[in-house]
C-alpha cells in the first residue's frame, strides 16, 4: 500500500469532510490546488477486521460519509474522483490518535475528466486496487461495471432512484404534505432517493394536491446560504438545461404542469418547485430520474394498485409509505422493492442501517455492518 495515497472529491464532499479531515501542508500539493480551509475533526474506528482489501477507488458526484467511514474505518486507503468538482481543500486523515499513517488526501477539481479517463485512472492506473465504488448515475454506472468485468475487483454502485411516495386515505395529510415536500424539494431535487413520484388515493388526491400547491407557495428560491432558503440554486447550467428539457417532455406527454409563483434571482441557475398533474405510468417524467424539483403524481383506488405502480420503475432504492395502519405498513415495506422504504416520515437516515438500491439503482450497501463487506476479504 501506498505510503501517501491521493483523494479527490468536489464541493459536495467538503461536509462530509468536514467530519473526517484535518489540515495538511499546502505545499505537498500541486500548484493548482489552493487550500480554502482547515478542519480538526477525528474520527473513530468502531470495527476492526484481520482482512483488509487495501487500495479503495471511488468515483462519485459528492464524497459521502457512510462510504468513507467504512473505507477508513477497516484503514483501508482511498483513491477519490469527483464527476464534477468546484471547491478545493487539502488535509489529511485522522485517526482516533492521530493522523492515520498511509492515507494521506486532497480535494481537487476535477471538472472535465472524461469516463475513459475515469476508466483508465482507476483499473489501470492504481495497480493494487481491489473495489471500485461509484456513486452516480445508472448510464455511467452501466459502463463502469462492463469496464470492470473480468478484472476480478470488487464494484459497489449507488446510483439513480425514482421513489415513489404513497399517500392512503387514512394518513395524516398534512403530516405527510410536509413528508412530500421534504422528500422532492429538499437539497433542489438533487438527491438519488428523492421521493420523484407520488402516488395518492383517488378519495383524497384533490385535497392531497390542493395543500402541495398551497405548500410550495411558501417555499423560497434563493441563495443556498442563507437560512431563510427552502430551495437553492441547480448545481451546474447542464443540469438546469436537463431539467428544463423535462418539463418540456412532460407537458409534451399531455401532463399538466404547476409552478409556484415564487421569484428567483436573475443570476444563476433556478428552477421553481414543479409538479405534474395527470401523468401516465409510461410517461418519461414517471419513469425517468430528473435529479431536480420536478414532483410526477398519479391517483390509486387499491392496496394492489399502488403496489404496481410503485415497482413498475427501472429503479429501486427508496420509497415512502403514509397510513396510519401498522398492518399496512408491515405488507407494503416487504412487498416494494426498493432498499429503504419510509413510514409517515421521508428522507430520515440511521447510520447504522445499511443503504443500497435494487435494480438499476445499484449494487452493495452503504452503512452498518452490512456497508463494510465490499472492503474486506474474510478468512479464517
Given at each position: ?8 472529491v468536489?464541493l459536495?464532499?467538503v ?8 489540515c495538511?501542508?499546502?505545499e ?12 480538526d ?11 483488509r482489501?487495501g487500495?479503495?477507488?471511488?468515483i462519485?458526484?459528492?464524497?459521502e ?20 468538482g ?10 482516533p490518535?492521530?493522523?492515520?499513517e ?11 475528466l472524461?469516463?475513459?479517463r475515469?476508466f483508465?485512472?482507476?483499473i ?5 486496487l481491489?473495489?471500485?465504488?461509484f456513486?452516480g ?10 469496464a470492470?468485468?473480468?478484472t476480478g ?10 421513489a415513489a411516495?404513497?399517500?392512503f386515505?387514512?394518513?395524516?395529510i ?5 413528508g412530500?415536500?421534504n ?6 431535487g438533487?438527491?438519488?432517493?428523492a ?7 383517488e ?6 394536491i ?5 405548500r410550495m ?7 443556498p ?11 451546474s447550467p ?15 406527454e399531455?401532463?399538466?404542469m404547476?409552478q ?23 410517461s ?8 431536480g424539483?420536478v414532483?410526477?403524481i398519479?391517483t390509486?383506488?387499491?392496496y394492489d ?10 429503479y ?7 397510513t ?19 413510514a409517515?416520515t421521508?428522507?430520515?437516515f ?12 445499484g449494487?452493495g450497501r452503504?452503512g452498518?455492518?452490512h ?10
Amino acid at each position: 500500500m501506498p505510503a501517501r495515497h491521493r483523494w479527490r472529491v468536489g464541493l459536495g464532499g467538503v461536509l462530509a469532510l468536514a467530519v473526517l479531515a484535518a489540515c495538511s501542508d499546502p505545499e505537498a500539493f500541486p500548484s493548482c490546488c489552493d487550500p480554502t480551509g482547515e478542519f480538526d475533526v477525528p474520527f473513530s474506528v468502531t470495527n476492526r477486521f484481520n482482512f483488509r482489501t487495501g487500495v479503495q477507488e471511488f468515483i462519485s458526484r459528492d464524497l459521502e460519509i457512510f462510504t468513507t467511514a467504512d473505507v477508513l474505518t477497516l484503514q483501508n486507503a482511498a483513491n477519490v474522483q469527483q464527476l464534477e468538482g468546484f471547491s478545493i481543500i487539502s488535509g489529511r486523515v485522522l485517526g482516533p490518535s492521530g493522523p492515520q499513517e498511509g492515507v494521506a488526501l486532497y480535494v481537487a477539481d476535477a471538472d472535465g475528466l472524461s469516463i475513459g479517463r475515469l476508466f483508465y485512472n482507476s483499473i489501470g492506473g492504481v495497480p493494487e486496487l481491489f473495489n471500485l465504488a461509484f456513486t452516480g448515475s445508472t448510464e455511467v454506472g452501466k459502463k463502469i461495471q462492463a469496464a470492470l468485468a473480468g478484472t476480478g475487483r470488487d464494484l459497489t454502485l449507488e446510483l439513480g432512484g425514482k421513489a415513489a411516495n404513497i399517500v392512503f386515505a387514512d394518513a395524516a395529510i398534512d403530516q405527510a404534505v410536509e413528508g412530500i415536500v421534504n422528500g422532492i424539494f429538499f437539497n433542489q431535487g438533487h438527491v438519488c432517493c428523492a421521493g420523484s413520484r407520488l402516488l395518492v388515493q383517488e378519495s383524497v388526491a384533490d385535497e392531497v394536491i390542493a395543500k402541495l400547491k398551497d405548500r410550495m407557495e411558501t417555499l423560497i428560491v434563493g441563495d443556498p446560504l442563507d437560512k431563510n432558503t427552502d430551495i437553492g440554486a441547480i448545481n451546474s447550467p447542464m443540469q438546469l438545461e436537463k431539467i428544463e428539457s423535462y418539463l418540456k417532455i412532460g407537458q409534451e406527454e399531455g401532463g399538466e404542469m404547476h409552478q409556484s409563483s415564487c421569484r428567483v434571482p436573475k443570476r444563476g441557475y433556478w428552477c421553481r418547485p414543479t409538479i405534474f398533474t395527470g401523468v401516465s405510468q409510461s410517461s418519461r417524467v414517471v419513469q425517468e430520474e430528473i435529479f431536480g424539483p420536478v414532483l410526477a403524481i398519479q391517483t390509486f383506488r387499491s392496496y394492489d394498485e399502488a403496489l404496481s405502480k410503485a415497482n413498475n420503475s427501472p429503479y429501486g432504492l427508496s420509497g415512502g409509505i403514509w397510513t396510519d395502519k401498522g398492518a399496512k405498513i408491515f405488507h407494503m415495506t416487504q412487498q416494494i422493492r426498493a432498499g429503504v422504504v419510509w413510514a409517515n416520515t421521508f428522507n430520515k437516515f440511521d447510520p447504522t442501517s445499511p443503504f443500497g438500491g435494487y435494480k438499476e439503482s445499484g449494487v452493495g450497501r452503504e452503512g452498518g455492518l452490512h456497508g463494510l463487506d465490499a472492503y474486506v476479504k474474510l478468512g479464517a
